[in-house]
């Protein structure tokens, strides 16, 4: 089993937890990380932002269907559902 190491990063008062790889190649992409809450204040989407311009959400950039915890936040290789499962 490999292990993966992960950055944690706090938006808006959340942790958003990510491979630390990923984080690498949005970081060297010129890319800016942000997250968008819902109307409860609940974290809705991680975005990635480009010259300030809105680009896609990391959710369609990695592939991910879905999250095995609902939590948005959570890049955990574990936690990922892929869109070809």
Do not use: H, W
């Not at 990923?22 to 942000?34: A, D, L, Q, R, T």
């Not at 959400?57 to 999250?67: H, Q």
């Amino acid at each position: 089993m490999s292990t993966y190491k992960y950055t944690k990063l706090n938006r808006r008062g959340y942790e958003v937890v990510l491979p630390s790889s990923v984080y690498s190649e949005v970081k060297e992409g010129g890319y800016n990380i942000g997250l968008t809450l819902n109307t409860k204040k609940e974290p809705s989407s991680v975005q990635l932002f480009k010259n300030n311009k809105y680009v896609g959400t990391l959710k369609e950039a990695m592939g991910i269907k879905a999250f095995k915890d609902g939590n948005p936040c959570n890049f955990r290789v574990s936690n990922l559902i892929e869109v070809d499962e």
